[in-house]
């Protein structure tokens, strides 16, 4: 499998005239290598895959990353880069500027400059993550079980919430329900926002009580096997406010247009105008802000974005999220949020929670 990932990485290497790249990013590391560790270089060329790592994951590394050679570095990493691409006969080496910092982007400079004048860093940008944008089938299991656990807290989450609590106490219930049903540690921080703080898309649970007659929007997700999932649902405790129940039916119909007509071969724009389109019509878009979803996988948000702008075109084995909102400062929210996968040319839900908001 993961020969098949080296294989593909090699491909893209050639098309851009490089005869190696070096990788840091944790999730394209582990992707390509299967090392778990926090820290770690891969150097990837036609005929040669190393990781190098310190004392700390040496004997990690020799387990998870058979296929690579390990390197154990003593003292500064980028010596014994410098050094391995040299002894290489390396000239032409890639790297992810969006990952490795200035300084450490100038030391290297430095150290092969001082090997050999004629060896060059070329920026890359997602090279690894192109490729990790189309799931495997072992991948997708893993995604769609990850989905099944998020359900599984939410229910659990609707069953036992009440006005009284606060969004702090959901948000424990939530992830403990994560963990207590085989969840890794959580993709991302879980958000609870009842009422104003939910037309916060990005807000942190906090005291405020939750009460009767308003919104509280949550957004969690699960992992498995390092998969990640995402679901957002809006609920109310009782019967809510007009203006928020006309609002939650604006998204609830953008996101089912969605769902029903994106088709493999458009683009992320297109398809982010399938919602949008319907948020503008009610006259609410500019109170539609974020893009209409994000690719999951290893990362909670990586390719193909489904945004205005993303020229990333679908592709059947992809999977990403579909979650259009409104959000109205002062009075509320409404997100509603599905992992989905593209199969067979069409959308396929993956997380199944209900989508009834008064409970």
């Not at 989450?157 to 992830?175: C, N, R």
């Not at 974020?290 to 996988?297: K, N, P, S």
């Given at each position: 499998m993961r020969s098949a990932r080296l294989e593909k990485l090699r491909q893209k290497l050639e098309k851009q005239e490089l005869e190696a790249i070096l990788i840091s990013q944790s999730e394209n590391r582990r992707y390509l290598s299967g090392f778990t560790g926090s820290a770690g270089w891969l150097l990837i060329s036609s005929d040669h895959a190393y990781l190098t790592v310190d004392f700390r994951y040496v004997e990690q590394a020799k387990k998870e990353a058979p296929e690579f050679d390990i390197i154990h570095?003593?003292?500064?990493?980028?010596?014994?880069?410098?050094?391995?691409?040299?002894?290489?006969?390396?000239?032409?080496?890639?790297?992810?500027?969006n990952e490795i910092s200035v300084a450490t982007y100038h030391q290297l400079c430095d150290k092969l400059a001082n090997r050999n004048d004629k060896i060059k860093l070329v920026p890359t940008n997602n090279l690894v993550e192109s490729i990790r944008a189309v799931k495997e089938i072992a991948e997708l299991e893993f995604i769609a079980k990850a989905s099944g656990l998020a359900d599984s807290a939410l229910?659990?989450?609707?069953?036992?919430?009440?006005?009284?609590?606060?969004?702090?106490?959901?948000?424990?219930?939530?992830?403990?329900?994560?963990?207590?049903?085989?969840?890794?540690?959580?993709?991302?921080?879980?958000?609870v926002a009842s009422g104003p703080n939910s037309a916060l898309p990005h807000a942190r649970p906090s005291e405020r009580v939750?009460?009767?007659?308003?919104?509280?929007?949550?957004?969690?997700?699960?992992?498995?096997?390092?998969?990640?999932?995402?679901?957002?649902?809006?609920?109310?405790?009782?019967?809510?406010?007009?203006?928020?129940?006309?609002?939650?039916?604006?998204?609830?119909?953008?996101?089912?247009s969605a769902l029903a007509m994106i088709r493999a071969g458009i683009s992320g724009e297109q398809a982010d105008q399938l919602s949008r389109i319907i948020i503008e019509q009610a006259d609410y878009?500019?109170?539609?802000?974020?893009?209409?979803?994000?690719?999951?996988?290893?990362?909670?948000?990586?390719?193909?974005?489904?945004?205005?702008?993303?020229?990333?075109?679908?592709?059947?084995?992809?999977?990403?999220?579909?979650?259009?909102g409104i959000y109205i400062p002062g009075l509320g929210g409404v997100r509603i949020e599905d992992t989905v996968i593209l199969e067979a040319g069409k959308l396929k839900t993956l997380t199944q929670a209900s989508k009834t908001a008064n409970i």
């Open positions: 570095v003593r003292g500064n990493v980028a010596d014994r880069l410098s050094e391995l691409i040299s002894d290489l006969g390396l000239k032409s080496i890639g790297f992810e500027f229910e659990y989450v609707i069953s036992i919430i009440h006005p009284g609590v606060t969004e702090k106490d959901i948000a424990w219930e939530l992830e403990k329900s994560l963990r207590e049903k085989g969840s890794e540690p959580i993709p991302f921080d879980i958000i939750i009460s009767l007659n308003e919104p509280v929007l949550i957004d969690l997700g699960a992992k498995l096997n390092g998969y990640c999932s995402d679901l957002s649902r809006t609920l109310c405790l009782g019967k809510g406010n007009e203006t928020l129940s006309k609002v939650y039916d604006i998204v609830l119909g953008a996101q089912l878009g500019a109170a539609f802000g974020h893009g209409l979803g994000h690719g999951v996988g290893l990362a909670p948000h990586e390719l193909p974005r489904v945004s205005p702008n993303s020229s990333d075109i679908l592709l059947d084995g992809m999977v990403f999220t579909i979650e259009p």
